[in-house]
C-alpha cells in the first residue's frame, strides 16, 4: 500500500503576524514623510496657480488698461465686468481654480505686498500659520 500525503501550502499563523508586525513599523517610520511630502505638494500646486492668476492679470491689464479692482476681483479674468472696455477674454481656460485646500484665492488691489496680491492663506484658511497652514502670495 501506498501512502499519500497531502501537503497543505501557506503560511503559518505565526509568520502572518511577523508580516504584519514589520509592515506595521515600516508604515510608521515613512508614513509621516509621505504625509509631510503631500503637503509641500499642496504648497507648491497653490504657488503655480498663483504665478498663472498673476500672468492672467497682467494680459488683463494690457487689454483693459488696469488691473480688475478687488470688488471685481479675479472672476473679471472669466466675466467681463461692465466698466472693462477693451477686455478681450476669457484670460483662463476655465473658472477661476480654488486653492489646493478648496478655498477661493484672494485677491487684492491694490496690494499690500505690491501692486497686485493674490494669495491663499494655507490649510487652515486663516492667516499666518506654518507648514502647510503658512500663507501662500505672490509676494513670496
Not at 56 to 75: H, I, Q
Not at 78 to 90: D, E, M, Q, S, Y
Not at 111 to 139: K, L, Q, R
Request: proline share 6%; hydrophobic share 35%; no cysteine.
Amino acid at each position: 500500500m501506498r501512502r499519500t500525503r497531502k501537503h497543505a501550502g501557506g503560511f503559518t499563523l505565526m509568520e502572518l503576524l511577523v508580516v504584519l508586525a514589520i509592515l506595521g513599523l515600516l508604515m510608521s517610520l515613512v508614513g509621516p514623510q509621505v504625509l509631510n511630502q503631500l503637503g509641500g505638494a499642496k504648497t507648491k500646486t497653490a504657488g503655480i496657480q498663483i504665478k498663472d492668476l498673476e500672468q492672467a492679470l497682467e494680459m488683463y491689464k494690457l487689454d483693459v488698461g488696469r488691473f480688475p479692482s478687488t470688488s471685481e476681483g479675479l472672476d473679471a479674468l472669466v466675466k467681463k465686468p461692465g466698466n472693462a472696455t477693451g477686455w478681450n477674454g476669457p484670460y483662463l481656460k476655465s473658472d477661476v481654480p480654488q486653492d489646493p485646500w478648496n478655498n477661493d484665492y484672494q485677491y487684492k488691489y491694490p496690494g499690500e505686498n505690491g501692486e497686485i496680491d493674490i494669495f491663499t492663506y494655507g490649510a487652515n484658511g486663516s492667516p499666518g500659520g506654518e507648514g502647510e497652514d503658512a500663507d501662500v502670495g505672490n509676494w513670496k
